[in-house]
């Protein structure tokens, strides 16, 4: 279990996943379902985490998928109130201690190319630019920036 400004990050448990699910329909337009994370969580190679608050409300999540050495970032979602508080950063130090852990040889995601804030963040955290996916995401449409982190 970490703590980084009173929230703590621990392994999505089922019985955490409808709190993630909120997380995923306050968060974005085409949310992830309860069934989705449930399935998610059944993957050999997937690990998953969940931000809790002092209250123990599920505020964020965070997942990776990793396969022949190679992992991937399926979703990192925090509340609007719960942003800017150290919440992501802590979810993404989560998912690359799980990357360690899984030996990974690096871990790849996608950003929203207007998403300046989640950018800079993955930057500090040792991500550089990959390429661009143009149309990558819907409602809205917009391309998306690739980041890889090497191990």
């Known amino acids: 279990m970490k703590q980084q400004n009173s929230i703590r990050i621990l392994p999505l448990a089922p019985l955490l996943v409808p709190g993630a699910a909120a997380v995923e329909r306050a968060c974005f ?12 969580l059944q993957k050999e190679g997937a690990r998953c985490f969940a931000a809790l608050s002092p209250s123990g409300e599920v505020v964020g999540w965070a997942g990776l998928e990793s396969v022949c050495g190679e992992g991937s970032v399926t979703n990192i979602a925090v509340l609007p109130e719960f942003r800017r508080r150290g919440t992501g950063e802590a979810l993404t130090r989560a998912l690359l201690a799980a990357a360690r852990e899984l030996a990974l040889d690096r871990l790849l995601l996608e950003v929203r190319a207007s998403n300046a804030p989640a950018i800079a963040l993955y930057e500090k955290l040792g991500f550089s630019p990959l390429g661009v996916r143009p149309g990558f995401y819907e409602a809205p449409r917009e391309d998306a920036l690739m980041m890889q982190r090497i191990f």
């Open 29 to 40: 337009s085409l949310p992830w379902s309860e069934a989705g994370f449930l399935s998610e």
